[in-house]
């Protein structure tokens, strides 16, 4: 059995933690479900102290998925699979699985179109005050970065909640299928 890491990021009202859920819910046994934001988000006084860039995709951001790149790597020498979620940088993710020895890995950008975001943000969510310009300025970013490093990209506002499990659960399958 070869362990196998998939990680879920995105802006948010992307789809990314409805997606992570509904996936836990039907995981295999042999994989954990790892939410980045467990860690707590700070306040941006407390992300400062981090250094220059403390706002999203800035050096907190950094140094968080580079610590848990390094506590997923233990999983995975111990025969786990791993999906996580969360919202970070794609660069981010490839520097932590350079620095943490991953190589058995795939990000996934999970994505929507702002219209769908917005509508997420405001009605499901009751987050209005995120469905702004700089987050969708965030996910347009996140849509590049993502084109760049050649991952994929999930829509959620096209394709289903069953189809998108299906696909997790294809890329975590521990008889080799999914890679």
Known sequence: ??????????ASGG???T????????????????????VGVP????????GEGHQPGGAWQRAMTIRWMMKIAEFL???????????MRIAFV????????????????V????????????KDRGQPELANAEMMGWAT?????????????????????EECVARLTFYLDDDGRGR
């Open 77 to 87: 020498r111990s025969g786990r699979s791993v999906l996580f979620e969360g919202q």
């Open 141 to 161: 970013y996140l849509r590049e970065e993502a084109t760049l490093a050649r991952c994929e990209i999930l829509d959620t506002g096209d394709t289903g909640i």
């Open 43 to 50: 306040s941006a006084e407390a992300m400062r102290a981090f």
């Open 15 to 17: 789809g990314k933690t």
């Open 1 to 10: 059995m070869q362990s196998r890491l998939v990680v879920l990021t995105g």
């Open 19 to 38: 997606l992570a859920r509904a996936f836990e819910a039907t995981r295999p046994d042999n994989t954990d479900v790892i939410f980045f934001d467990s």
């Open 94 to 109: 490839l520097e932590a699985f350079a620095l943490a020895g991953i190589s058995n890995a795939r990000v996934i950008l």
């Open 111 to 122: 994505d929507c179109n702002d219209t769908t975001r917005t509508t997420r943000l405001s």
